[in-house]
């Protein structure tokens, strides 16, 4: 995947980094300031946050990447070339340094200019968005970088922090213990570490984290904006996947003070679909990192704030502004809030299923799964399109896939475009009117056994089970707060009853998408009644800032 990356990128290259016209830098130097700077000076280097952007009048900039063999070389901007990519929209730690190769004339332009740009610029938006994308996009194929994840395949932790770095666009070094690297031995020499700390995650080439949270990492990488504590923002979005991103890309976009609050990536479930073929303008599909990657850049566009690996852990809602009491212990504050925390898929009734998660047990199907498993046969679980597309996709890996649902078959809960293709793919078998009774392995998963429509119970060796059946709400956060359905799934609208609404006090009904308290609204998976689609969660999360603008104009 990474050489088909960086082959794709080659051919980019002019979009990656083009030279601007004096037209168009005559309009970025309205907003910035000029500097000169001698050869050798360093004008930004990796760790470094909120850096400015630079467009070269005269002379050259060196753009390098340091790695653990040392510099690499990423480019050399010249005359009417800009330095940046996605981190100078997100205000995250720069990965690369820019360094002056003889004595260079620039114009500076400061972050928050630059999205000022970005949003009344439509052609250097366009240049810009696009340039940013395809280098962070450049940096991850390169896989140069002072990032290391040392880890194992027999360590649920090294794929929590894979999925966790891969899916934030974190470009990493991955050493597997397992496999012999030789790199390890290196590690061992320089770092205090050993096997038993696995896995290892080593920022920046300096600081050891041994076994760190997802929070612990992101706190290393500088990967969320600062959380004002004494801030109180127009809304505050908790969940990242479709419905959020679209509700902080409209917000955001039409002038409110947008923070997003997610505990693990952009886009949610969706966020780790191999490829969605139905949603509307990609007829050739894409996949749901990329659709998630893309919604997020557009939403730090705006000027909306991200904080990542921080959960939501309870809601405030009865006093103005809410309070979100987050899993750090700190407390953010919004005039209103979108609940955008989604659904999660159901465990199977196992006692020994907590085993295996991670080492055989799954609950997404991307590039890092793929290759766990390749050449080997796999169990999908579960009917619904997310099972389909995960089906599909191992397919073209490993040995075989079987396909396993409690019902008489997929036609009632899967896309018609998806079954056809099951139904094309050879090593691809339904297993109708079956569930999995028990699994069996000493260091990892090595055996399944599961019972057909009959009763028969057999035995399969499989050491890769994908779970993706049924949908539970993240709702617990919202205990006592807001009215819920007897899943607890959160009601909204018309679906409210007169019970829910006993502490309702506005003299109107609550808007479609609204709460049983006024200006807390559900969108997405996790509002009872939504269809979990992807196209509906954008639309819902995009809907209810409308009505967020009417709620704020009553307090």
């Known amino acids: 995947m990474v050489a088909t990356l960086r082959d794709s990128l080659d051919q980019r290259r002019e979009d990656m980094f083009p030279k601007l016209t004096p037209a168009q830098v005559e309009r970025i130097e309205r907003l910035s300031t000029r500097r000169r700077i001698a050869a050798g000076e360093v004008l930004f280097q990796p760790g470094q946050r909120r850096t400015h952007m630079h467009v070269v009048v005269?002379?050259?900039?060196?753009?390098?990447?340091?790695?653990?063999a040392g510099e690499q070389a990423v480019t050399v901007h010249g005359p009417g070339e800009f330095t940046g990519e996605v981190d100078m929209l997100t205000g995250r730690q720069s990965l690369v340094l820019a360094r002056a190769l003889e004595a260079t004339e620039l114009l500076e332009l400061e972050r928050e200019k630059l999205r000022s740009l970005v949003q009344t610029d439509a052609e250097l938006s366009e240049i810009f968005m696009r340039a940013f994308i395809l280098r962070r996009l450049g940096l991850i194929a390169q896989g140069s970088t002072d990032l290391v994840l040392v880890g194992s395949q027999h360590s649920a932790g090294t794929l929590r922090l894979r999925e966790f770095l891969t899916r934030n666009g974190q470009p990493f070094h991955y050493v597997d213990v397992d496999g012999k690297d030789a790199c390890f031995q290196e590690i061992l020499d320089r770092f205090?570490?050993?096997?038993?700390?696995?896995?290892?995650?080593?920022?920046?080439?300096?600081?050891?984290?041994?076994?760190?949270?997802?929070?612990?990492?992101?706190?290393?990488?500088?990967?969320?904006?600062?959380v004002h504590i004494d801030k109180v923002y127009d809304v505050v979005i908790v969940g990242a996947g479709p419905a959020g991103l679209a509700a902080a890309v409209y917000a955001a976009s039409e002038g409110l003070c947008a923070l997003v609050l997610e505990t693990n990536a952009p886009g949610g479930q969706a966020g780790t679909s191999s490829r969605i073929e139905n949603y509307l303008g990609f007829p050739t599909g894409i996949s749901g990192e990329e659709l998630s990657g893309r919604a997020f850049t557009q939403a730090m566009k705006f000027g909306a704030s991200l904080v990542i690996a921080r959960k939501a852990a309870h809601l405030t809602c009865s006093r103005r502004p809410f309070e979100i009491m987050l899993s750090d212990g700190t407390a953010v504050h919004g005039r209103s809030v979108v609940i955008a925390s989604g659904a999660r898929y159901n465990r199977l009734p196992l006692p020994e299923l907590d085993r295996y998660d991670g080492t055989g047990i799954y609950y997404s199907a991307t590039h890092i799964e793929a290759q766990l498993c390749k050449g080997e046969e796999v169990i999908v679980v579960g009917g619904g399109n997310s099972a389909g597309q995960a089906a599909v996709y191992l397919s073209s890996t490993v040995k075989h896939v079987h396909i396993m649902v409690r019902g008489d078959g997929l036609a009632a809960s899967m896309s018609r475009y998806l079954i056809r293709r099951i139904e094309e793919t050879p090593n691809i078998t339904l297993r109708s009117r079956s569930e999995i009774v028990a699994l069996e392995g000493a260091k990892g998963l090595e055996r399944v056994r599961w019972r057909d429509g009959d009763g028969k119970v057999s035995s399969l060796d499989v050491c890769h089970v994908f779970l993706m059946t049924g949908a539970l709400p993240n709702s617990a956060w919202l205990k006592g707060c807001v009215a819920v359905d007897d899943r607890g799934f959160v009601k909204t609208g018309l679906d409210l009853t007169g019970d829910d609404l006993a502490s309702w006090n506005r003299p109107r009904a609550p808007?479609?998408?609204?709460?049983?308290?006024?200006g807390v609204f559900a969108v997405g998976d996790v509002r009872s009644g939504s269809v979990k689609r992807v196209a509906a969660g954008v639309g819902?999360?995009?809907?209810?800032?409308?009505?967020?603008?009417?709620?704020?104009?009553?307090?």
Do not use: W, Y
């Open 58 to 68: 005269s002379g050259s900039l060196e753009i390098v990447r340091p790695g653990r």
């Open 192 to 226: 205090p570490v050993t096997v038993d700390d696995v896995p290892i995650v080593i920022c920046r080439g300096q600081v050891v984290l041994k076994n760190p949270t997802n929070a612990a990492v992101a706190d290393c990488l500088g990967m969320s904006d600062d």
């Open 511 to 518: 808007f479609i998408l609204e709460t049983s308290v006024p």
């Open 540 to 555: 819902e999360g995009s809907a209810a800032v409308s009505m967020i603008h009417k709620a704020l104009a009553e307090t």
